[in-house]
Nanobody, 115 residues
Framework: QLQLVESGGGLVQPGGSLRLSCAAS????????MGWYRQAPGKQRELVAG???????NYADSVKGRSTISRDNARNTVYLQMNSLKPEDTAVYYC?????????WGQGTQVTVSS
């Protein structure tokens, strides 16, 4: 079983920055992908960014150029640096680990972009 603990969410003004962190603990072996998803009220959960164990990344078009995903394999931790935040970035952000046929999710952290 794998546990994911997110941190770093909060209230930020438009144009501001936040850094989300997600630490994975428990039994995890082999190659796995880590990522961040978000879900705004009334909308479906969507991928924000993902990173493979080899460091290959992908981003949603809506955050490309404003966000950077990174990971520390030694600490089983993934980060999401978000800059130039917009009100439409407001959502609950969820950490995800995809390992083989299994998906693991964090409890979510709220990000609110508002003046």
């Amino acid at each position: 079983q794998l546990q994911l603990v997110e941190s770093g969410g909060g209230l930020v003004q438009p144009g501001g920055s936040l850094r989300l962190s997600c630490a994975a603990s428990g039994s995890i072996f082999g190659i796995y992908t880590m990522g961040w998803y978000r879900q705004a009220p009334g909308k479906q959960r969507e991928l924000v960014a993902g990173i493979t164990s080899g460091g290959r990344t992908n981003y949603a078009d809506s955050v490309k150029g404003r966000s950077t995903i990174s990971r520390d394999n030694a600490r089983n931790t993934v980060y999401l640096q978000m800059n130039s935040l917009k009100p439409e970035d407001t959502a609950v952000y969820y950490c995800n680990v995809h390992a083989g046929k299994n998906d693991y999710w964090g409890q979510g952290t709220q990000v609110t972009v508002s003046s």
